[in-house]
């Protein structure tokens, strides 16, 4: 069977992924799925910076407010809903652009990979969870440190749902989650793709991020918060613990300043960035695309010539019919 089609836009947040994968669409006759952990939520707008209707352009988006914030949300649900996305896609004879900044996400579908082994230990989990609160975050991402220190390498102590995972399947197999994932990875993939990462400069993103942040308090975040935890949101809720509501909730909580959220908000981003493009760089057969390098382009502006020269590289490589 020949293999079905799949473009592949990723990079860190705030690069601009968003916007050139609706030009892309446009200019392939394809629809977006969205590879983000936090777009998938109804109510929570803002601080996801989820696209707009106006800003999808009549462009069909999949797996974007499908859940509410209370419901829990991982790598196996975002496969599960993945594949019948993909479906939907290519029974309308349009090609999937998947779309976001979760590598391990998009890895999922990518490769295929076979989650059977990671099924959860409800009593393990609980108990790591307890470690959790009674000794903290950092003490739970140095336990699991000592047995698999390539993961904390991409994961985050504060992403105690993963850290846990990592630690549980480590206890359940013996061999740490990172080398299971690599092992995934040397599958070969069953679709026919091209796997684009944007960039930009260190500098010029951090700028991005800042202003990314400013806009979001000015456009209501604080408020978009405190209507979660009306509803009955908390911190224990996968959903809270994305960057944007985590930090704002600790400031409405009592426990910092509006600027103490603030400052800790866009460190963090920043942090984020960088342990996405880690992730990316091991990453095998990516194209990279540095902004950069298509700043120098007035005559059709930077979306438009990187829009240009992916165009030019599906074609070549038989993904769309050349002119």
């Known amino acids: 069977m020949k293999k079905k089609p799949l473009i592949i836009l990723t990079g860190p ?31 929570m ?64 579908v990518l490769y295929d990979i076979d989650f059977t082994e990671t099924e959860e230990d409800d009593a393990f989990r609980r108990e790591l969870e307890r470690f959790a609160q009674e000794r903290g975050n950092e003490a739970l991402f140095e336990r699991l440190r000592r047995i698999d220190p390539k993961s904390c390498e991409i994961l985050h102590a504060n992403n105690v749902k993963r850290v846990i995972r990592a630690i549980e399947f480590y206890e359940k197999t013996g061999k740490p989650i990172s080398e299971h994932n690599e092992e995934q990875h040397e599958k070969e993939s069953p679709y026919r793709f091209i796997y684009f990462v944007l960039n930009d400069e260190r500098q010029r993103l951090y700028e991005k991020i800042e202003k990314r942040v400013d806009a979001m308090l000015e456009a209501g975040l604080v408020d978009e918060v405190k209507m979660l935890k009306e509803m009955g949101c908390t911190r224990n809720h ?83 019919a050349k002119e």
């Open 13 to 43: 947040t705030a690069v601009g992924k968003s916007a050139l994968s609706v030009l892309l669409a446009k200019a392939v006759g394809g629809e977006v799925i969205s590879a983000d952990s936090m777009q998938v939520y109804r109510h």
């Open 238 to 320: 996968v959903s809270m613990q994305g960057l944007g509501y985590k930090e704002i909730l600790e400031y409405l909580d009592g426990e910092c300043t509006l600027e103490e959220a603030v400052y800790r908000l866009k460190r963090d981003t920043r942090h984020f960035a960088k342990r996405q493009l880690t992730w990316f760089r091991r990453e095998k057969d990516v194209v990279w695309i540095s902004r950069q390098d298509f700043r120098k382009t007035p005559d059709i502006g930077e979306d438009a010539a990187i829009l240009e020269y992916m165009m030019r590289l599906l074609k070549e490589k038989g993904m769309i």
């Open 45 to 108: 707008d803002i601080g996801s910076a989820k696209i707009t209707p106006e800003e999808m352009a009549g462009i069909p988006h999949h797996l974007i407010d499908i859940l509410e914030p209370t419901e829990e949300f991982h790598v196996v649900r975002f496969q599960t809903l993945a594949k019948e996305a993909l479906r939907t896609v290519y029974a309308k004879g349009n090609i999937p652009i998947l779309a976001g900044g979760t590598g391990f996400y998009i890895q999922s």
